[in-house]
């Protein structure tokens, strides 16, 4: 299948579109601008209730009626690009795609030599996440604002976070077997300027922040690109490998055994980090570990390696050529699984998994703010879908002003795409082309030359909550998408198979959760027979451990939960949770959600969903939940909580 990299398919149309657009847009600016000074966010509304002569009030003051005059100005040329605009839409594609080479050996074609289907296996890792990228005035509405500075600094949080090293640290205790998260507490080991590793000393806390920094101001990024990230140019220390930390059961012991990465490759860390937007939503405060380029670290959960043989302070020696200085996580209490029975990981994480292979986003729906995320997000990322949807009365019902919002980004080659709108939207929802994206990813090759494949769909449903008959609606035709794209891109037969499914994914915003009592059809939708919930015992019944996806946007700047580990450290207690979360509405007279604690059901409304089938996949294979965590890195950027899954490949006989 030819993948589409532009939107239309010659450049006349792309030229005519261009010119259209110019029109259109200072009157949606104006527009945007005009209508985002009168919707204040939490944050602004503090901050003029402690500045009287607050700046942002003068601005608004001054410019409203200049924005006014020049909105009116503007109307006639938006108007004549309108006409020009719309039936234009006829011929525009569904999605752009756009690949960033790369010939290294973190690169898409490296990555498909790595897996011949036999061995061990292989874990493959997800994350979804909704973004709230809507124009500026529309974002406020869910409490945030800077739509374009968002952009930036999600796709730098997510890069730094899925680059980091991987490292598995093993509980060496009488009471405790469980090996901890081999992504989502990936730390290096502390190493001085020779390149050879120290042992971590003193007592080892619980963490998942790190640390980096690069020398002579240099980007991290930049240094783990040329092949500085560990000793000497010449070591070529993969950071991808996983670094292994033993950690005994006694304190008092002899400390720690790092256990160098076996050579050979290099880290591959964004090259495109630029400086971070200075807005509330993102300002780097102390403690503030979300993103690891960060000056600070949480006091409570960094451990500084002594970089020089004399380095008492923790700082690098001024000849250190590792830009990175992390903390050794003890995982003993935190890793124990509460639940004996569980058959994996899971955890609240302040950072995105390491060696993140698939990303899944919702409701990017700016495309300015979808083009800054496609350029940060390509420092890690090779293959990138966005600005998927429709525009206009093309492939749905009603008039769409905004497309799907779905983004989707890959380090493996993608084969086939398809998109299709969800045609039963209503009221403001019937405005967003809301639909599926569906992918065929390849993920290796058998000696045999068949190609090992993957199935990724990702979705958002209609939102408004009293629809639940429309939501079932977008489920049933989801699976019935999905099953037309497997025929269709599928070059297999029972007698001569060409390709082998490793996994089938299914991910997004399904706007509906396992525990209210009004969500009680989509609960028992068939989609959840079919496929596999992690978090999920049964309709309306949650794990003890599965926490709400969902924000309450009143706090979202509040000092206890503005930076990840903050966020992190709310959500591991329940009175944390029953105060940042948004939870199941109440029938019960009494006022709002703070009000009403004890009439709060479960750990808060979880509609971020990561699903992974059984059917349909090499029969010789079996796909098994490996870790699945809760992801606080995006604090202060999103109102909705990231989630993240491994999945382990392996042959049926096979231990995973």
């Not at 973190?106 to 493959?124: D, I, R, Y």
Request: some cysteine.
């Amino acid at each position: 299948m030819v993948l589409y990299t532009t939107p239309f398919p010659n450049n006349c149309l792309s030229a005519l579109h261009a010119v259209s657009w110019a029109l259109i847009f200072p009157c949606y600016w104006l527009a945007d601008r005009l209508l985002a000074s009168f919707i204040p966010t939490t944050y602004e509304k503090r901050q003029r209730a402690d500045d009287p002569c607050y700046l942002q009030l003068l601005c608004t003051v001054l410019f409203t009626p200049v924005y006014l005059a020049l909105l009116v100005a503007s109307l006639p040329f938006a108007f004549l690009g309108f006409l020009l605009w719309s039936p234009l839409q006829s011929a525009r594609r569904p999605y752009i795609y756009s690949r960033l080479e790369d010939k290294g050996p973190t690169g898409g074609a490296a990555l498909l030599s790595e897996w011949k289907g036999t061995g061990p296996g292989k874990s493959f890792c997800f994350a979804t996440a909704n973004l709230c990228l809507l124009p500026d005035s529309l974002a406020r509405l869910n409490n945030v604002f800077n739509t374009q500075a968002r952009a930036k600094e999600i796709g730098q949080r997510i890069r730094n976070g899925a680059s980091r090293p991987q490292i598995k640290i093993y509980i060496d205790s009488p009471t405790n077997t469980s090996i901890s998260a081999a992504s989502f507490s990936s730390l290096v080991s502390p190493q001085g300027s020779d390149g050879v590793p120290r042992a971590v000393p003193g007592s080892i806390k619980r963490t998942a922040s790190v640390e980096y920094k690069g020398d002579s101001g240099r980007h991290p990024s930049d240094e783990a690109a040329n092949g500085l990230a560990s000793g000497d140019p010449g070591d070529g220390g993969n950071l991808e490998d996983a670094c292994i930390v033993r950690i005994s059961g006694d304190e008092g012991g002899r400390p720690p055994e790092a256990v160098d990465p076996p050579n050979g490759g290099q880290a591959r860390n964004g090259a495109g980090g630029g400086s971070r937007g200075q807005t509330p939503n993102h300002s780097q405060r102390d403690g503030d570990s979300g993103s690891l380029g960060s000056p600070s670290a949480s006091r409570e959960s960094l451990v500084k390696g002594r970089a020089g043989v004399d380095g008492g302070s923790g700082e690098p020696g001024a000849n250190s050529k590792l830009p990175n200085k992390a903390s050794v996580v003890k995982k003993a209490a935190a890793r124990r699984r509460r639940h004996p029975d569980e058959a994996f990981d899971h955890e609240v994480s302040a950072f995105f998994p390491a060696n993140l292979d698939f990303l899944c986003l919702q409701e990017v729906f700016d495309k300015r703010a979808a083009a800054k995320l496609k350029d940060q997000l390509h420092g890690y990322f090779e293959y990138i879908l966005y600005d998927v949807g429709v525009y206009g009365c093309h492939g749905c019902c009603s008039f769409k002003c905004l497309n799907s919002g779905l983004f989707f980004a890959s380090r493996y080659p993608i084969m086939d795409v398809a998109y299709h709108c969800y045609p039963n939207g209503r009221f403001s929802d019937s405005l967003a082309s809301k639909g599926a994206l569906y992918l065929k990813v390849q993920v290796g090759s058998t000696p045999q030359d068949q190609r090992i494949v993957g199935y990724i769909s990702c979705t958002h449903l209609h939102a408004l909550s009293e629809d639940s008959d429309i939501r079932c609606e977008q489920l049933n035709m989801l699976q019935d998408w999905l099953a037309d794209f497997r025929k269709s891109t599928s070059s297999s037969s029972a007698a001569n198979p060409e390709e082998l499914v490793a996994f089938d994914i299914i991910c997004g915003d399904f706007n509906f959760d396992n525990c209210s009592s009004d969500d009680k059809l989509e609960q028992q939708h068939s989609l959840f027979t079919r496929y596999k919930d992690p978090c999920r015992l049964g309709p309306g019944e949650e794990k003890p451990w599965a926490i709400g996806t969902l924000l309450d946007q009143d706090g979202l700047y509040d000092e206890e939960v503005c930076t990840p580990d903050n966020l992190q450290k709310v959500l591991e207690s329940e009175e944390g949770r029953r105060e940042y979360l948004a939870f199941p509405t109440s029938k019960s007279p009494g006022g709002g959600q703070k009000g009403r604690k004890e009439l709060l059901k479960g750990n808060g409304r979880r509609i971020d969903y990561m699903l992974h089938g059984e059917e349909g996949l090499c029969p010789d294979w079996k796909a098994e939940v490996e870790e699945f965590s809760f992801i606080t890195q995006l604090s202060g950027l999103t109102d909705h909580l990231p989630v993240a899954m491994r999945l382990m490949v392996s042959a049926g006989d096979d231990e995973a």
